[in-house]
């Protein structure tokens, strides 16, 4: 395992439901880690398999230190070469970087029944792949509105990658950076619990 990157499992050997969740994909969006950190803290009986990687990326920018955005390197058929002076540069190919190798990896290996990325600041829950009743889920909780669409072109996406091609439902709920972090952070805490118990 690269050392730059934490991955953290909480594991009920009975289940066989796996959920992977990760924080801080850019690194300039760093309160998935406050998140999944202050979460962690807590100790109860659970009875999903969680898989945390509370920090992706930690460049302390939005590319990683290679000066990729890491959620345009996946390798999906729509990956593209783009323009290496962009914020949305996703390599010079797909699965370039060691994050996103780490990731690759990690999906080929476990059977994830779904994955949740914290991004911000969109203040929406998006979906890829068979995960609207996840969103809708996650929407009641953080009182966020859902969409399956983000908006603009995401050639290399991990929610393309994940959810679209590979069928694993997934999230990429976009925080609202103007929300009280410490309230937010509750309804987070609420969310995971679901997940690890309830989903």
């Keep these: ?12 050997k009975i289940s066989d439901k796996n959920i992977l969740i990760i ?9 998935g880690e406050y998140f999944i950190n202050s979460y962690l803290q807590k ?17 302390n920018k939005r590319k990683n230190i290679n000066n990729v955005d890491l959620n345009r ?7 593209v070469l783009g323009e290496v002076d962009s914020d949305y540069f996703g390599g010079f190919e797909p ?17 994830f029944s779904a994955i949740i990325t914290i991004h ?29 669409d983000i908006g603009y072109p995401t ?7 994940c959810g679209i091609e590979r069928k694993i439902p997934t999230l990429t709920i976009e925080i609202d950076e103007e929300e009280n972090m410490e309230l937010l ?9 679901y997940l690890e118990n309830d989903f």
């Design 43 to 59: 100790d109860f009986l659970f009875k999903n398999n969680l898989y945390f990687i509370p920090k992706l990326n930690s460049s």
């Design 120 to 148: 911000s600041p969109y203040k929406v829950v998006n979906f890829d792949g068979p995960a609207e009743e996840l969103a809708n889920v996650a929407s009641s909780i953080l009182g966020y509105p859902t969409s399956s």
């Design 95 to 111: 699965n370039s970087e060691i994050e996103t190798q780490f990731l690759v990896d990690l999906i080929n290996k476990n059977n």
């Design 155 to 161: 050639p290399g996406s991990f929610g393309t990658y």
């Design 73 to 79: 390197n996946f390798p999906t058929k729509n990956w």
């Design 185 to 193: 952070n509750k309804k987070f805490h609420t969310f995971f619990e």
């Design 1 to 12: 395992m690269n050392n730059k990157i934490k991955l953290i499992k909480k594991e009920n």
């Design 23 to 31: 924080g801080v994909f850019h690194g300039d969006e760093p309160q």
